[in-house]
Nanobody, 124 residues
Framework: QVRLVESGGGLVQAGGSLRLSCAAS????????MGWFRQAPEKEREFVAA????????NYADSVKARFTISRGSARNTVYLQMNSLKPEDTAVYYC?????????????????WGQGTQVTVSS
């Protein structure tokens, strides 16, 4: 059974940093792209970043490029999202997910397993 558990969210001031973690279990971790999405109140869930099974390929939403970095843990089945220079508009619930299309898709429907989410709040 696939299980994804996010952690690391919290309250931070604008300009600060947070690192989110997503612990995966129940499947062969390195066979799948993984992605991070976020959803702000009354908004659609949106793509943030994705990483290939090997970790060698990444892609980002334009809104987070040069500020966020997605990576994979070398020893654990974990995906990270390092978030720097945070802005109030980054406030959202952040979710990690497994990409069933094996392509690093940016669309919600391409992901078949989701974590419960972790809240990130950036104050101005």
């Amino acid at each position: 059974q696939v299980r994804l558990v996010e952690s690391g969210g919290g309250l931070v001031q604008a300009g600060g940093s947070l690192r989110l973690s997503c612990a995966a279990s129940g499947y062969t971790f390195y066979n799948y792209y993984m992605g991070w999405f976020r959803q702000a109140p009354e908004k659609e869930r949106e793509f943030v970043a994705a990483i290939s099974g090997s970790g060698g390929t990444t892609n980002y939403a334009d809104s987070v490029k040069a500020r966020f970095t997605i990576s994979r843990g070398s020893a654990r089945n974990t995906v990270y999202l390092q978030m720097n220079s945070l802005k109030p508009e980054d406030t959202a619930v952040y979710y990690c997910a497994r990409d069933k299309t094996l392509s690093g898709s940016t669309t919600v429907g391409s992901y078949d397993s989701w974590g419960q989410g972790t809240q990130v709040t950036v104050s101005s």
